[in-house]
Nanobody, 124 residues
């Protein structure tokens, strides 16, 4: 069965960096796009970044361009999210998700499998 397992979250000071990983299993990794979402307390889940199956066409939330980078390692069936220049506003639970399609969209309804989430806390 499809499984997604995030890792790499934690506590970091403002201005610092973290790299999140999401190891996928149970399906043909290249055939589906992947996304990273985040959800802060009291807020809706929002797309952070996504990438199509195979690793082309990365997309980012406009507010995050230049600070976050999504990438994949097809050999390891893993998607990464490199987060730089973190601020307390980035504090949230971060989820990886598999798109229903090879391409990716912005709405969480377009994703069918989700990881358990990893907490990212940025202190000021």
């Amino acid at each position: 069965q499809v499984q997604l397992a995030e890792s790499g979250g934690g506590l970091v000071q403002a201005g610092g960096s973290l790299r999140l990983s999401c190891a996928a299993s149970g399906y043909t990794f290249r055939s589906y796009g992947m996304g990273w979402f985040r959800q802060a307390p009291g807020k809706e889940r929002e797309l952070v970044a996504s990438i199509s199956g195979g690793g082309s066409l990365p997309r980012y939330a406009d507010s995050l361009k230049g600070r976050f980078t999504i990438s994949i390692d097809n050999a390891k069936s893993t998607v990464y999210l490199q987060m730089n220049s973190l601020s307390p506003a980035d504090t949230a639970v971060y989820f990886c998700a598999r798109s229903k399609y090879k391409d990716t969209g912005y709405a969480h309804e377009e994703y069918d499998f989700w990881g358990q989430g990893t907490q990212v806390t940025v202190s000021s």
